[in-house]
């Protein structure tokens, strides 16, 4: 009796696991829809318009670039001079030197020949002490700081209260910026006063060329670990966050690139400094606080502005990255969870906030205990293969099918890989998503929410290798 009971609580328990898959991803395909509409609501706006125009625009909103750098030596030089190159009208760089215990801040002054400068400006969120400022003799528009260590956050936030521009923008140390990315990423602030934050898409740049902190030859990454990451960005950002534009706006900037009202940072307190996740939880601090105060709580996402990143080639590394990301978090919506299904937040708490508790926090326990449940479920013979193959077919079919699809979105608008081998290498990537890499980012996003559940807060490991010029596709000089 016992045993029948068993068998009976497995069947339906995986016909409800079943129905959750089928539920979420039928929403996929609407953020696909959603995605594939805006996409072409972007591309007939923006194709009449010249970019070139804001260049000598006076309208054009001061953007400042912030750059923390920690024991960045070997690569701050070619980093910051790709910065400085960036086309835009009204651009400052502040480079925040973290603490760093290299010879970051030696290299910054011989190369750019820095000055100490006396400004005064106003501290509005605590940092760590900042022990000196510079100006460059030969780049008006650089400024560097040189502070106590305090992390990430706490460099963002001084770079925040020290920068001129009513935008800043966020990067990672390693980030490559094209060069037109913030002439693109400016637009949804131009066009209109509500938004409070965009963000673009972040691309892979292991297996690139690139020369003087530019890709200029794109190309897939040669260790599979990271090629499968290709399609995995793709379909985070190209559908991911492109479809939430028409659906409530996005919860998440990447920290790697990302535009901010300066005010309405500040006026949140910027970055926290105890929480893995600063950059998503920032955004939900932002928003949450505008539906508060009846602030500009838009925020957009541009598929066009590109910015590039090494993602991890190791399964060591990118446990530890997905770890991390999911701690991030479990972490922002346990400290908002008053948002979740508070009808005072609009289509934030009762659409978007549940969205990201429901699918993206809680999916992958559902994920594994399914798996596991179906396993138990054919051993006993409570369930048969037929049922394995719609389990399959539902929970990971889906899968394939929208990564063919996300593939298809970025070939018909951007076409980055543009040789025939490339492109079938694309496609055979986005159908094998699904043959155990997924169920690995399942296992080690569920660690995430375990590690989170019992109070973990460090960061985890992050190797990287020597500067990208050194390890491209082709030889650079």
């Keep these: ?151 990430k956050a706490d460099a963002l936030n001084a770079g925040v209260d020290m920068a001129s521009g009513g935008l800043v923008c966020a990067i990672d140390a390693d980030t490559l910026i094209e060069p037109d990315a913030l002439l693109r990423m400016v637009r949804p602030f131009l066009l209109d006063d509500r938004t409070l934050a965009a963000g673009g898409t972040i691309r892979v740049v292991n297996g690139c060329t690139v020369r003087n902190g530019r890709v200029t030859e794109v190309h897939l990454p040669r260790r599979f670990v990271a090629a499968l990451q290709v399609v995995e960005y793709m379909r985070a950002f190209l559908f991911g966050r492109l479809g939430w534009n028409r659906l409530g706006g996005n919860l998440i900037i990447s920290g790697a690139f990302g535009i901010f009202r300066r005010d309405e940072v500040i006026a949140a307190g910027g970055y926290l400094h105890d929480t893995v996740g600063e950059d998503v939880e920032l955004v939900a601090r932002l928003r949450k606080t505008a539906r508060d105060l009846g602030g500009p709580d838009r925020v957009a996402f541009i598929p066009d502005p590109v910015a590039w990143t090494e993602v991890p080639e190791s399964l060591r590394v990118l446990r530890q990255q997905r770890d991390r990301w999911h701690r991030g978090l479990a972490d922002t919506l346990w400290r908002h969870r008053a948002v979740t299904l508070n009808p005072r937040y609009g289509v934030l708490g009762l659409f978007v906030f549940p969205y990201f508790v429901f699918v993206e926090l809680i999916a992958p326990v559902i994920e594994l205990v399914g798996l596991a449940g179906l396993c138990a479920g054919l051993w006993i013979g409570a369930l048969d293969a037929r049922f394995a193959l719609l389990f399959f077919l539902v929970a990971y079919g889906f899968g394939v099918v929208l990564n063919a699809l996300t593939v298809l979105l970025d070939e018909m608008n951007f076409q980055r890989y543009d040789s025939l081998p490339q492109r079938l290498a694309l ?29 973990r807060r460090d960061w985890g490991l992050m190797e990287r290798r020597p500067p990208p010029s050194t390890h491209t596709a082709t030889p650079t000089t």
């Design 1 to 151: 009796m016992d045993a029948h009971f068993l068998a009976v609580g497995l069947e339906w328990f995986e016909w409800a696991v079943l129905a959750y898959f089928l539920m979420v991803n039928s929403f996929y395909l609407l953020l696909l829809a959603s995605a594939a509409r805006e996409m072409r609501r972007h591309v007939l706006a923006s194709r009449g318009e010249s970019r070139r125009q804001v260049l000598s625009s006076a309208v054009a909103p001061r953007i400042s670039v912030l750059a923390p750098a920690h024991n960045e030596a070997a690569t701050i030089e070619t980093s910051l001079r790709a910065l400085l190159a960036l086309e835009y009208p009204d651009l400052e760089i502040v480079v925040i030197n973290d603490g760093s215990s290299d010879a970051t801040l030696d290299v910054l002054r011989d190369r750019f020949e820095l000055e100490p400068v006396h400004t005064i400006y106003r501290r509005r969120i605590p940092t760590r002490p900042v022990r000196q400022l510079f100006r460059s003799r030969i780049y008006a528009n650089l400024v560097v700081a040189d502070k106590e260590n305090g992390g």
């Design 427 to 455: 496609l055979g990537l986005s159908l094998i998503d699904s043959m155990g890499y997924r169920q690995l980012t399942v296992a080690w996003r569920v660690e995430g929410l375990i590690s989170f559940l019992r109070g």
